[in-house]
Every structure is written in C-alpha cells, then in structure tokens.
C-alpha cells in the first residue's frame, strides 16, 4: 500500500490532520503496519469512509459487499477454493469485465491468476477489509481474517464524517483553553465519564459523558502522548505537542489506572502565557527588592519552596529571563523542561536511560555555567551536589515541596544533608502560593467582622478606611467571583543568626519566630493580608490557600 498516496489523499479530503497522521506512521512502523491498518487499529477512522480514500489513492473503485446481494451465478465464476486462497470476491461483471473486491490495493497481482481462472478480463475494486470478510463468509461459508486488523469494529460513538472522538479532543482541550484551565481532568466513574478543568487553582465539572467513551477517548489521548495503548495496568507518562487557535501548547499526559478504568490528567503549558514576569506574580515592595539583590549574587543556593502547582517554576523562569544576558552561562536541568528559553542551555531528565538530575548536575559542571537550575531537588545526592556547586563559586536556583521557607532547611538536613552545609550555602528561601484574584468586573464591597479580619490577622485598626472585598460572581467569571491568580510570598533571608541556628539544628518554629520577630521575614499570611487590604483578593481566598497553624 502506498502510505505517501494514501497520506496526500487524507490530508487533501481534510479526513485527518498532519498531527494525528503523524502518530498513526509512528504508530504503524513500530508495529510494521501500513499507515490504513495503523489509522484503523488507533481507531482515527470509521473503516468504510477510510478505505474510499485508500480507493481513491490508488485510483480504484470502491465496493461494500458487506450488506449488498450478489447474484450467486456470479459468485460461481470464480471458485471457492480460489477465492478464498486469494481473498478475492466477484461482485459485479460489465461490459465482459469481471470485478473483484479485495481488501488491499497490494492484492492485484491476484488477478493475472484469477483472469485464468474465470477465461476473460478481470479489475480490481477496493473493499473495507471487515466487510469482504463478512461477504466471505456469507457466500463460501469460511471466513477470512481482515489481515493485519487486531481492533474491534468502531462502536456507534466512533461513527460518523469527522470521527467524533477526534473533535471531541479538540473541543475538550480548545474549551480547557479557553477557559484558562490549567489542567484537564477526565475520570471514569461506574456509569459515567467526568471531565473537568482546574481553574485558576480549583477544580470545576464542565462535562459528563456515556461511559462507552472512556476507552476510546483515553486511547486517543494515549496515541497523541506517544503511550502503550494496550498497556492499561501501569501509570503512564507523556507528552502531547498541541496547537490550537494559532497558539503552540505543550500538554503533560499522565495516565492512573482505577478500579473504573484509567483516569488521566492534563497539564496544558502554554508556551507564550505562562512566561510572565516577577511583576505579573504579584511580586513587589521590598520584598521584591531583597529578591533582585539576591538572584544577582555571584554564588550561593536560591530555593523556591511550595506544593505542586503554587507557581515555583514560573517564578524560577522569571528570574532567569532577568539574569540572561551574553555574558553568562546559564544551564539547567529540568524534569521535564517545561518552557523553552532563547539564551539558555536546558538539558532534559531521562531516567530510563540514567539521565537523572545528579547525573546532569555533575556534568554541567564541567561546562563551566555562571548560573544553574536545578529543576528540583528530591534526594540527598542531588542536595549534596547543588550546594558543592554554590560553594564552588556558582548560583544554584532550585525548587523544594516544603509548606514554607524555613521547612526547606529541615528538610534538606532530613535527605542527608550535613548542617553545616546547609547553613554555609543557603542564601535565601521563598515560600510562595497562587491566590486568586477578584473579579474587577463583579467584586464587591463590605464591612468585614472582627474574626474575619483576627483570621487573616488583621485588627480593625491596621484596615483603617480601606475598602475590603469578597468574591460575588458574573457572567465574565463564570459565576465564581475570581478572574486569574497572583503570587503571595514569604521570603526567607539568610543571616549570620539563621545560620548559626541552622547549623546546631534547632527546632524549625525557633528560627521561624525569630525570622518573622528579629529578621523583618513577611509571612504567607501576612504578605496574603497585604493583597486583601489592596483589594486584590478577599479574606475567605487567603484562609483557603494558607495553613492556619
């Protein structure tokens, strides 16, 4: 089968875009299938509207004798033995010229034999390989396997024009989009299939569907992350390369088997949005001057510390593109690497080859860097490098899963870590978390109480005459009172105090009181307390990201 034809032929019927034929021809050489078989196994394709442009391709007629009634003195022209040994069916005879329907346009060479066979002339015509089999077995009584297919017939879902499952991708991750979601969840249930967005930090059901979808759906999404599709009993992870509305978004696939199936997750990373600046984080005042001194010291550790999705390495990222400059090396090592930075040497983990972070640590070493990042440090041997590195004359920038600044310095001592060296390398920590912003469309004025104000630790004197606001809901939030998130910050400074409590390893709420009491530290809740008084956020936002404690 002539897959280049065949590809042409797809791509100018707008069946298919040049994305999914990609993964189809990645899909079909790992597996030595032809590009129809592979379209057909990933099930991209409702077979019968496929094998028409496979027709058309290489210039045949198409048949479907499936369904149709063959005259049986037609079917007798050609014998059963014959035919079966051939895969070939006579379904129509004109003008003397006997048609027989095969399922692969390969297969003409069969005619030269069955033209013997029958005494006259004989031509090809292309048949969906499941429906010829069905015919096979109708008219001779013995099936013939459609050759090379291990996939079931398309259910009712995958029917239809523009393979539904197809534009139902689409629609999901172009809604997600514009929806700013930053992941797209979707979790098989026991009768239902639940899709939904993370917006803005909180999770929001956009859609439920028949549970008859979750395999293929979940199928599609494995084929476009480059997953095992047949592998349904282990996590898998991946990558999904995905442009919609003239944007380029890289997608994380993560794939969790359940006891309803797999559910998979969807990290969309938009490659233009996300790159925002220390000013877009909500990054100001003196804080953020202490931060533009520190990241331009010629040595020592930089730590950002919070969960999963608080915003760390945006921050990172942020005071790169602030230091990037010709006349320094910046090099880092990121699992993966999420934004690509003109400028930057950025070297991926690959773990199943030993490419791990302390192993790209090592190397970069000898490349000589002014600056590194180090994606995040999740083992002794990795701390240990990083901070030889910042003793060694270069600044290290990494993150940790700490609940705030002075957790990290624990915790680095719990992986391995000897205190003293944790206390000589340490130039600053900070703690960070998302906030979401109120609607400037829809937020609204009040008089906040005593114990919401005590909650936050606010006393009716510090507002004064400021105007506090909460969250009321519009047409241009959708209805939740919060439109787009900023960063709130605690920024951990080391002094000569700190360290020395560091290196005797003192309980970490000790050198906490003293940080916020002696140091001038501002913390979570208190820099959270400063963009409720600003009108930026509201009192029940900031009590939902921080721990009160």
């Known amino acids: 089968m002539n897959d280049a034809a065949l590809r042409q032929q797809l791509e100018s019927a707008g069946a298919l875009d040049s994305s999914s034929l990609d993964q189809a021809e990645s899909f079909g050489k790992a597996r030595r299938k032809n590009l129809a078989e592979a379209i057909l196994e990933l099930g991209l394709m409702p077979e019968r509207d496929l094998y028409k442009l496979v027709a058309s391709a290489h210039k045949l007629s198409f048949v479907d004798p499936g369904k149709a009634k063959i005259p049986q003195a037609l079917i007798d022209r050609v014998p059963a033995a014959q035919a079966l040994q051939n895969g070939a069916l006579p379904v129509a005879e004109k003008g003397g010229v006997l048609y027989l329907a095969i399922d692969d346009p390969d297969k003409t060479f069969v005619l030269d034999s069955l033209g013997f066979v029958v005494g006259g002339e004989v031509r090809a015509a292309l048949a969906p390989p499941s429906s010829l089999a069905e015919a096979m077995q109708r008219y001779y009584g013995s099936g013939v396997a459609a050759p090379g297919l291990g996939r079931a017939q398309p259910s009712a879902e995958e029917e239809g024009d523009d393979a539904p499952i197809i534009r139902l991708v689409q629609k999901t991750i172009e809604d997600a989009l514009d929806a700013r979601a930053s992941d797209i969840h979707i979790e098989p249930f026991e009768s239902r299939l639940r899709v939904r967005f993370r917006i803005d ?27 095992d599709i047949a592998e349904k009993r282990k996590p898998q992870d991946g990558r999904i390369p995905f442009r919609a ?53 010629p040595n020592g550790i930089f730590l950002v510390t919070g969960p999963t999705g608080s915003g760390k390495t945006t921050t990172l990222y942020a005071a790169l593109r602030q230091l990037n400059n010709s006349d320094v090396k910046i090099i880092t090592a990121e699992d993966p690497v999420e934004y690509h930075l003109t400028g930057i040497n950025q070297c991926q983990v690959r773990h199943n080859i030993g490419l791990d972070f302390s192993r790209i640590l090592r190397a970069m070493l000898r490349q000589a860097p002014n600056i590194i990042l180090v994606g995040e440090i999740r083992d002794g041997e990795t701390a240990e490098i990083a901070i030889q590195a910042a003793l060694t004359g270069h600044l290290v920038f990494s993150t940790l899963h700490t609940n705030d600044s002075t957790s990290a310095l624990a915790r680095l001592i719990d992986m391995g870590v000897k205190p003293f060296l944790v206390s000589a390398s340490i130039q600053a920590i900070l703690a960070q ?117």
Not at 207 to 212: G, L, N, Q, Y
């Open 201 to 227: 930090g909180v999770l929001k059901e956009v859609a439920s569907h028949p549970r008859t979808l979750q395999g293929p759906l979940v199928s599609r999404l494995k084929i476009l992350a480059s997953l």
């Open 245 to 297: 509305k003239g944007r380029d978004i890289d997608i994380r696939a993560s794939i969790l088997p359940g006891n309803h199936g797999e559910s998979m997750v969807m990290r969309l990373l938009d490659k233009e949005a996300s790159l925002v600046s220390l000013d877009a984080l909500g990054f100001t005042g003196h804080d953020r001057e202490v931060f533009e001194r520190l990241i331009k010291r």
């Open 433 to 549: 978390r998302l906030v979401r912003k109120l609607c400037v469309s829809c937020k609204e004025a009040y008089e906040a109480s005593p114990s919401e104000l005590s909650s936050i630790g606010l006393a009716s004197d510090q507002v004064g005459d400021r105007t506090l606001y909460r969250a009321r809901g519009c047409d241009a939030c959708g209805g939740v009172g919060y439109r787009g998130r900023s960063g709130i910050f605690e920024l951990l400074v080391m002094d000569d105090t700190i360290r020395e409590m560091t290196f005797r390893q003192e309980p970490t709420m000790k050198i906490r009181s003293y940080a916020e009491s002696s140091a001038g530290m501002y913390t979570l809740l208190k820099d959270g307390a400063r963009k409720v008084l600003a009108g930026e956020t509201s009192i029940e936002e900031i009590f939902r990201v921080v721990a009160m404690g």
